[in-house]
């Protein structure tokens, strides 16, 4: 059986979840998995803004996304633009980037820069010392460092909390000038620098701001390095957290293949987590309803006998991913 991050985090999570993924598609996905899918398409392309924005158009315009507001397509439009201004921050910081080939036991989510480091690119709301231990903790983390027996850069970006369908931070919404349209951004030490009430909030999408200025200001306005935080995970063979988690990720790949065949009880504490699970209509169907009746949400899978894997295998592309915000 081939693991994967995705997988283990999606087993360790609901165990429902993992046997319904296992056995039908799901067309819904959150603004996150788009704006993941966008990214992570983005990264390794010769033209990361167009990329970003083409792949996340694709990603709406086949699937449903999972919205609490009814705005998709203000969402749409907003994530293209962030997935495209992301993906170039991190290409003019890490340089050309490769995805890390996966074996016939592990798929990987890292990419690898030319000189050989490898990031896992987590997209978070906020980053501080909580949501770092959260991450290195994380199979995202830790079974990339054991499968591959390598050291990692965990690479956070981020975001800012989703509200109204969209993610506020300064990667989407800065102040601009009401006459001569300078652009700037206001972080607190900024304050006392001159931007009084009258500079006007205004979103990227909806003005005609070149993304290399947009980025040139963020960097003026020293609010980019606080947007893009690395740190270096290692690895040690003899680690005894490195071997126990070897043995357990084993243990788990075992259990993995019966426990597709058995049903399992709700794990609610889950349900909401990330952007909401893809099954949430039918485990809270009034009427009891399987992945069947909602033939517009679900497919049964092509084969069955190939267990989904991880997030880039061939024929079987994830779109609607466990991916921490
Ligand atoms: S909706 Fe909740 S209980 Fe149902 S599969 Fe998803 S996480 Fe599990």
Known sequence: MTLSARILDEYDRCQRRYAFSQKYDSRLISPLGVLYEAVESALVSDDPEETAKHATMEAAASHQLILSDLNSFMTIRHTGFLAGIIALALRERLGPLIRVESTSDWESS???????TRHRIELVSHFDDDRLRSAAHSWRVIGELVALEAPLTLTAVVIGPQRGGRRHSEWSKGLMHPQNRALRFAPRQHKAAGLTAGWTKVWREQESVPTARWLAQMRQDAVL????VSREIMYRETDARMVA????MAILAAEMQEAAKQYHPMRR?????????PFQAICYSPNGQRPEDFPGLYSIRASESTPRTGKHSAGARTLHPIHSP
Request: hydrophobic content about 25%; charged content about 35%.
């Open 110 to 116: 890292l990419f690898e820069t030319e000189s050989g």
């Open 225 to 228: 390095d606080q947007l893009i």
């Open 245 to 248: 988690a070897k043995r357990e």
């Open 269 to 277: 504490s889950s349900c909401d987590e990330f952007g909401g699970c």
